[in-house]
């Protein structure tokens, strides 16, 4: 649902909305704006500032042409140079305010919007993740997020300031002229017009420009982040050729772009020019023929210089603010995108004391991506507080899809999963995912410090109970041993740690979240005997006083739960204890021939 959101309104709604209006999207950046009321009206009173300031200047010209050279006066001709240094001073004052306002609001936007960005993202449902690729989303929070920052801070800053200049400019034409200027209004239409439609083609160029350079950062984060198979697949130059191919994709795009706007640029001022230059030729006439004083023509070739430049400068600045609106509208999809798991309208709340206690009740669930495959079907089972109970099955049967719907990932299709009591989508997210703590069979670490590892998930945590908990996982004597102890910066992904010491960090971060439920998900199967007798140590550490679910391929390890459910299919197919189940002789009994190689016992 959310990767439609994403997908079918970049391909629908939005196209409709760019024909029906270039710049739409930029209307997604207005609520940022006005959470900055003040600094926005500084900016705008700054640019009005010095956009009069520059209007100013013609008339001063004028008069010290008609006035001051006409009296020969040097005092009156000081008089009007002395005004024009003050301003020059107001106009160098207001340009510099308007470029802190515009700058500031620049960062402040860019990084509210990465914050918001950021937030929605850590939030929607796995099924999001599950059709849109990492390395598009980073390059939407980055790249995009840097487009916005340039054009708030700088393109539409000048944009503004050359329409008011445009517009003041154009009344001023005609208050000096209104024959003149009433020429030039009539040649508008001749040059907007030509510029709106080439300005559509410059922002759809944009877009697809901006869609190749996401395809090429999504390679390069995703190679990048896996970087031991690549190399040990001695696949370096194939994968270096084929960003070198998605590189040159997103420069060819670009490069089509900039000829967009190169084009559109020339054309515009070639315009703008032609059309002033010959009404500035009759303009001349009326001076010849003593119509007009050599000071008022000057001072329209001035305003219509203004005009010219401010024109030829918006015309420039529109390909920018065009590219800037896809950015926009990249990001607006990102906001609008609705997580497929939502908190109820109206919450329950868990009464009395935590006990963990888990039920599915006759729970079907088929994954997002794949509706015509049952994940799991009508499965039914309860875990009893305190209870310690194994999943065990060949891959694919739906043994993950249970810790998937018990956490929430997603929602079942049919059927009740139940956490203490209560329907898992009738109470807060927060609330459910408080009462459990997961240890993964693909640790995620960070790059940051062991105790910042241990302690994510765990806000607020101290040193001592860091270490604690790394003493229950049987972690300090390993951790005391690095450089820097508890404060030794890991490497991306915890890549300089042996798999044991990366599962006895995460046991040690579920054991400081001293939650009832604990998930174990094939926590040693990666492990060698010596790491998986130290790890198993700590999770017997970790599981006294808890309700536990254990996802294991290694039958050894579930042996001693109180109860065995076996997944075939996405059904509940054998439950029992160890000794029970292999008494039975069905599908346990033949897991255990394989690996125990015909010694069950």
């Known amino acids: 649902m959310a990767a439609k959101a994403l997908k079918t309104a970049g391909k629908t709604t939005a196209k409709s909305e760019r024909k029906r209006r270039p710049i739409g999207p930029l209307k997604s950046l ?25 209007l100013a200047v013609p008339i001063g010209v004028r008069r010290m042409i008609d006035v001051g050279f006409s009296n020969s006066h040097s005092g009156t001709v000081n008089s009007y140079f002395l005004a024009m240094f003050g301003v020059g001073l107001i106009l160098a004052l207001a340009s510099a305010a308007r470029f802190y306002f515009v700058s500031w609001l620049g960062e402040r936007i860019v990084a509210d919007l990465r914050s918001d960005v950021f937030a929605r993202l850590a939030t929607v449902s796995p099924a999001f993740y599950d059709r849109t690729h990492s390395g598009e989303l980073m390059s939407r929070l980055t790249a995009d997020t840097t487009q916005i920052k340039s054009a708030i801070g700088t393109s539409a800053s000048q944009a503004l300031r050359n329409f008011i200049m445009t517009v003041g400019a154009i009344i001023m034409m005609f208050v000096t002229s209104p024959k003149l200027a009433g020429l030039i209004i ?27 350079l996401a395809v090429s950062s999504s390679l390069a984060a995703e190679n990048l982040s896996s970087i031991r198979t690549l190399q040990a697949s001695n696949f370096e130059k194939p994968m270096i050729r084929r960003f070198t191919d998605a590189v040159e994709k997103s420069f060819d795009a670009a490069r ?3 000829k967009a706007r190169a084009g559109l640029t020339a054309f515009a001022i070639f315009l703008v020019f032609a059309s002033i230059i010959g009404i500035l030729w009759l303009g001349a ?34 390909g ?15 906001l609008k995108t609705e997580s497929a798991v939502k908190d109820p309208e109206n919450p329950k709340k868990y009464k009395g004391d935590v006990e963990g206690q888990i039920k599915f009740d006759h729970v079907s669930f088929a994954y997002p991506t794949r509706p015509d495959t049952q994940a799991l079907d009508d499965v039914s089972f309860e875990v009893h507080p305190g209870e310690t109970v194994a999943i065990v099955g060949s891959s694919g049967s739906g043994k993950s899809t249970i810790f998937n719907l018990i956490l929430r990932f997603y929602d079942a299709d049919k059927g009740k999963v139940e956490v203490d009591g209560l329907p898992v989508n009738e109470v807060r997210l927060s609330d459910l995912r408080a009462r459990m703590a997961l240890v993964p069979q693909d640790i995620a670490l960070f790059a940051d410090s062991v105790a910042a590892n241990i302690a994510y998930g765990t806000d607020g945590a101290t040193r001592e109970e ?17 450089e820097r102890g508890y404060d030794t910066v890991l490497g991306e992904k915890g890549t300089t740690l042996s798999g044991g010491q990366r599962q006895r960090i995460a046991i040690a971060r579920a054991i400081l979240r001293d939650a009832p439920i604990l998930l174990l998900d094939e ?76 010694a069950p016992a």
Not at 30 to 49: D, F
Not at 186 to 212: W, Y
Not at 320 to 334: D, I, P
Request: glycine fraction near 8%.
């Open 30 to 54: 207005k609520p940022y704006l006005m959470r900055h009321r003040n600094m926005v009206i500084g900016a705008l009173s700054a640019l009005v500032i010095a956009a009069l300031a520059t």
């Open 186 to 212: 009539l040649a508008i239409p001749l040059i907007v017009v030509p510029l709106v439609g080439l300005g559509r083609s410059v922002r759809k160029l944009s877009r697809d420009a901006q869609d190749t």
């Open 256 to 258: 089509v772009r900039m």
């Open 285 to 318: 006439q009326d001076v010849l023929a003593g119509r007009m004083t050599g000071g008022t023509l000057g001072q329209f070739v001035l305003y219509a210089a203004l005009a010219a430049g401010s024109l030829g400068g918006l015309s420039e600045i529109w």
């Open 320 to 334: 920018e603010v065009q590219q800037t609106a896809g950015a926009a509208e990249r990001l607006a999809e990102l």
């Open 466 to 482: 860091v270490v604690k908990a790394a003493k229950a996982a049987h972690a300090h004597e390993f951790i005391s041993a690095m």
């Open 523 to 598: 926590a040693t199967s990666a492990l060698d005997t010596a790491s998986e007798r130290e790890v198993q140590k700590a999770l017997d550490e970790l599981k006294k006083g808890r309700t536990t679910l254990i996802i294991a391929h290694r039958l050894s390890t579930v042996q001693e739960a109180d109860r065995i459910l076996v997944i075939d299919k996405g059904h509940v197919s054998e439950e029992g204890t160890h000794k029970t189940l292999i008494e039975k002789g069905g599908i346990y009994k033949e897991l255990a021939e394989l690996q125990f190689a015909g």
